[in-house]
């Protein structure tokens, strides 16, 4: 395994983040014990040490369960969430170190960051999150984003350690521009010193038809980047170290390799409140005849999001 420094966050982290999507209630869905013991694969089979959740995955006990099986040292974990003011970033930290068993985080990120204007509407949070990086509570602060403006907010908003940003040869997924300016933007911020794990390397899994070509192009554009890939089973992980890591991953292993698609699935019981529409960044989704609906599955990139706004628990990626 390569393993690289965050930024100057001194955190040091393998070259494959482990993205816990996947294994959360709005896909896998995975019992704690299974995630566990596919994480624990991870770092003992592969040395992969880095793990990114979410408040919103709502699988902090996949964690838990992890450190019955190894060493809180033996990872770095990476949460996100959508805390705005003292009192929601106070709730969300206690929420993760309660809920996780540790008594540190390594990164707490603001999630889905759009513009250094959304993240001035976080600062009173984000000033909280200092504090506790102070008393060593917190190692490092940063955002996750799918904009163009998001990375390079970066730039106005001294705090931050670590940004999380899409990128993939397509471009599949960044809101307001195009790859070459994500690029450009992420090569600005990895050359302040900003600790970088990029996010969507499959696009949602619309590359995994191109996927040595995908992982090439993030070899090729960001040699030294992390990068954040969601797994579901230890052959995925095999795989993607294979891929990322070893490169021994050849074009002709991958015509033989059957890549299980996934799609956003939108139960009937829906009752129509369009939240979930007004959520989508990506424009995937619409209301017909007073239910929702996926209007093009080749533009959702499964960030959940809208699984968040559902108070009907109504979408899933299967
Ligand atoms: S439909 Fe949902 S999962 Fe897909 S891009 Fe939109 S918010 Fe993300
Ligand atoms: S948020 Fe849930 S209930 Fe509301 S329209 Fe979307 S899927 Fe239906």
Same mark, same amino acid.
């Given at each position: 395994?390569?393993?690289?420094?965050?930024?100057?966050?001194?955190?040091?982290?393998?070259?494959?983040?482990?993205?816990?999507?996947?294994?959360? @209630?709005?896909?896998?869905?995975?019992?704690?014990? $299974?995630?566990?013991? /596919?994480?624990?694969?991870?770092?003992? $089979?592969?040395?992969?040490?880095?793990?990114? !959740?979410?408040?919103?995955?709502?699988?902090? *006990?996949?964690? #838990?369960? /992890?450190?019955?099986?190894?060493? #809180?040292?033996?990872?770095?974990?990476?949460?996100?969430?959508?805390?705005?003011?003292?009192? !929601? *970033?106070?709730?969300?930290?206690? @929420?993760? /170190?309660?809920?996780?068993?540790?008594?540190?985080?390594?990164?707490?990120?603001?999630?889905?960051? $759009?513009?250094?204007?959304?993240?001035?509407?976080? #600062?009173?949070?984000?000033?909280?999150?200092? +504090?506790?990086?102070?008393?060593?509570?917190?190692?490092?602060?940063?955002?996750? !984003?799918?904009?163009?403006?998001?990375?390079?907010?970066?730039?106005?908003?001294?705090?931050?350690?670590?940004?999380?940003?899409?990128?993939?040869?397509?471009?599949? %997924?960044?809101?307001?521009? +195009?790859?070459? $300016?994500?690029?450009? *933007?992420?090569?600005?911020?990895?050359?302040?010193?900003?600790?970088?794990? /990029?996010?969507?390397?499959?696009?949602?899994?619309?590359?995994?038809?191109?996927?040595?070509?995908?992982?090439?192009?993030?070899?090729?554009?960001?040699?030294?980047?992390?990068?954040?890939?969601?797994?579901?089973?230890?052959?995925? =992980?095999?795989?993607?170290?294979?891929?990322? =890591?070893? #490169?021994?991953? !050849?074009?002709?292993?991958?015509?033989?390799?059957?890549?299980?698609?996934?799609?956003?699935?939108?139960?009937?019981?829906? =009752?129509?409140?369009?939240?979930?529409? +007004?959520?989508?960044?990506?424009?995937?989704?619409?209301?017909?005849? %007073?239910?929702? &609906?996926?209007?093009?599955?080749?533009?959702?990139?499964?960030?959940?999001?809208?699984?968040?706004?559902?108070?009907?628990?109504?979408?899933? &990626?299967?």
């Amino acid at each position: 395994m390569q393993f690289t420094e965050l930024g100057t966050t001194g955190i040091r982290v393998s070259k494959i983040c482990f993205g816990s999507l996947t294994t959360s @209630r709005l896909q896998k869905n995975f019992s704690a014990e $299974e995630a566990a013991e /596919l994480f624990a694969y991870a770092i003992k $089979e592969h040395q992969i040490n880095f793990f990114d !959740t979410a408040e919103l995955y709502g699988n902090y *006990a996949h964690f #838990r369960a /992890l450190l019955n099986r190894v060493k #809180r040292r033996e990872f770095v974990l990476s949460t996100k969430c959508y805390a705005y003011d003292r009192k !929601t *970033a106070q709730e969300s930290l206690e @929420r993760a /170190l309660t809920e996780v068993g540790t008594d540190y985080l390594d990164l707490m990120m603001l999630h889905e960051q $759009e513009s250094e204007h959304t993240l001035r509407g976080h #600062r009173e949070a984000i000033a909280y999150f200092l +504090e506790q990086k102070q008393k060593g509570v917190i190692r490092g602060i940063g955002y996750s !984003t799918h904009f163009v403006r998001g990375v390079k907010a970066a730039s106005t908003i001294p705090s931050m350690d670590v940004i999380h940003p899409l990128i993939n040869r397509r471009g599949i %997924g960044i809101v307001d521009g +195009e790859r070459m $300016e994500m690029e450009e *933007a992420i090569h600005e911020q990895i050359a302040r010193g900003i600790g970088c794990y /990029l996010m969507k390397p499959l696009g949602g899994g619309h590359l995994l038809k191109e996927y040595p070509q995908a992982i090439s192009y993030l070899h090729e554009e960001f040699p030294d980047a992390v990068i954040a890939i969601g797994m579901q089973s230890k052959t995925e =992980v095999d795989l993607n170290v294979r891929s990322i =890591v070893d #490169r021994t991953w !050849t074009q002709s292993e991958q015509e033989r390799f059957h890549f299980q698609e996934k799609k956003l699935k939108i139960a009937d019981w829906c =009752v129509g409140c369009g939240h979930c529409v +007004e959520a989508c960044q990506q424009n995937a989704l619409g209301l017909r005849d %007073g239910k929702a &609906v996926v209007l093009d599955q080749s533009l959702c990139v499964r960030c959940g999001y809208c699984a968040k706004a559902c108070k009907e628990f109504c979408i899933k &990626v299967v």
